[in-house]
């Protein structure tokens, strides 16, 4: 209870210590000559053009009694404005700076402001003079196109963006997918957020276009093109110790039935399985119990229907089939063979995989492992 009452008082603070006869609660903990110390004027006052803004920015005051910065101008109507600036409102890129962004100008001549720094007790500092002039609006669209960034995630881009001035522009985004089909993308980007760039292929590099487009003014950025490098997916990625399918064939009475198997590597956790008729199956020399999930990164020129046998002599009738599509980028399977095998309760056997029923399929299989 003691908390909230000081951070009530605190609050109270705030809104009533601007003024120059400062509350007796403040004047009770702040000794009244330290209270009304002179404040420094600020150093190093910047104040920049941008979209249909300013941006206002100096080096943060030493003193403890620092509030709040007043920045004063004489608007296009020759009205007197006044905007308090809060100590807290610190650059993000540096926390040694106070930074502001203030917006509302409707045209683009140039304004003289004073910046002066404002104690809680209300002491003001010796004014700052400075001038800027305002970014006309269309130039929003190419501000917010400026601040874009992609970045690599699995078979994905994160999409960030800033928007400082709420700005209410698109951002469209044009790519090839995974599939090889042209994408179109687009986001609201009238305040920053995250988005993802979803179904890229791995192992190239994707270019994605993306453009700035305000919807008000009808007008539109020229395409920018980020070049993104998708990241593997946790099955592209070989792991020591994990019992990959069909390390070692059995002959029954061969290891390959109208099919040729080629690896890729010494660890043959990949390779490339070539059907050659109308019946293609191998047998997996496999003396580990097996997991409920079967898990398979492939490329393949044909669709075709994946078969498992977990039985011997190998029974059609408890082996669970799965249609696998035509893809030429790596695809995953992720499948639950919990139930499928009728009686089977796991042990030590030699799975049987039947790799379609036609001649003139291939197959790249990548990482395939029950788990």
């Given at each position: ?171 469209v985004f044009t790519y090839v997918d995974k ?193």
């Amino acid at each position: 209870m003691k908390k909230n009452i000081y951070a009530i008082l605190l609050l109270g603070l705030a809104v009533t210590a601007c003024n120059d006869d400062y509350t007796e609660w403040y004047q009770d903990e702040v000794p009244e000559a330290e209270a009304n110390a002179p404040m420094e004027k600020l150093q190093n006052v910047m104040v920049e053009p941008f979209v249909s803004s300013v941006i206002v920015s100096w080096d943060k005051p030493a003193s403890e009694q620092y509030y709040y910065t007043l920045l004063s101008w004489t608007d296009g109507n020759g009205v007197v404005q006044n905007r308090k600036i809060s100590k807290y409102s610190v650059d993000p890129e540096n926390p040694n700076r106070i930074r502001s962004v203030v917006g509302g100008f409707t045209d683009t001549n140039t304004y003289n402001f004073t910046l002066t720094a404002c104690s809680y007790s209300g002491v003001q500092s010796e004014p700052v003079p400075a001038s800027a002039a305002p970014q006309p609006s269309d130039a929003a669209k190419d501000y917010v196109l400026s601040t874009v960034t992609l970045t690599n995630d699995v078979e994905s881009a994160i999409v960030n963006w800033k928007n400082e001035i709420g700005a209410t522009i698109n951002l469209v985004f044009t790519y090839v997918d995974k599939s090889g089909k042209t994408q179109t993308a687009t986001f609201d980007a009238s305040v920053p957020k995250t988005e993802v760039i979803k179904n890229l292929p791995i192992e190239k590099t994707t270019v994605i276009t993306c453009k700035a487009v305000d919807p008000a003014l009808q007008i539109e950025t020229e395409p920018v093109t980020f070049d993104v490098d998708p990241l593997l997916t946790e099955w592209d990625i070989y792991k020591e110790g994990t019992n990959y399918i069909c390390t070692t064939l059995w002959s029954n009475p061969g290891p390959t039935n109208m099919c040729d198997i080629v690896y890729k590597n010494d660890t043959k956790n990949e390779f490339t399985v070539t059907t050659t008729g109308g019946d293609p199956y191998c047998w997996w020399q496999n003396t580990t119990p097996l997991g409920n999930k079967f898990v398979m990164r492939y490329k393949s020129n044909k669709g075709f229907t994946f078969q498992i046998f977990l039985s011997f002599p190998p029974d059609g009738n408890i082996a669970p089939t799965i249609k696998l599509n035509k893809t030429s980028e790596w695809e995953t399977v992720e499948w639950d063979l919990t139930g499928k095998f009728g009686e089977w309760q796991g042990g030590l056997i030699y799975p049987r995989f039947d790799w379609g029923s036609e001649s003139g399929i291939i197959i790249e299989v990548r990482n395939a492992h029950f788990e």
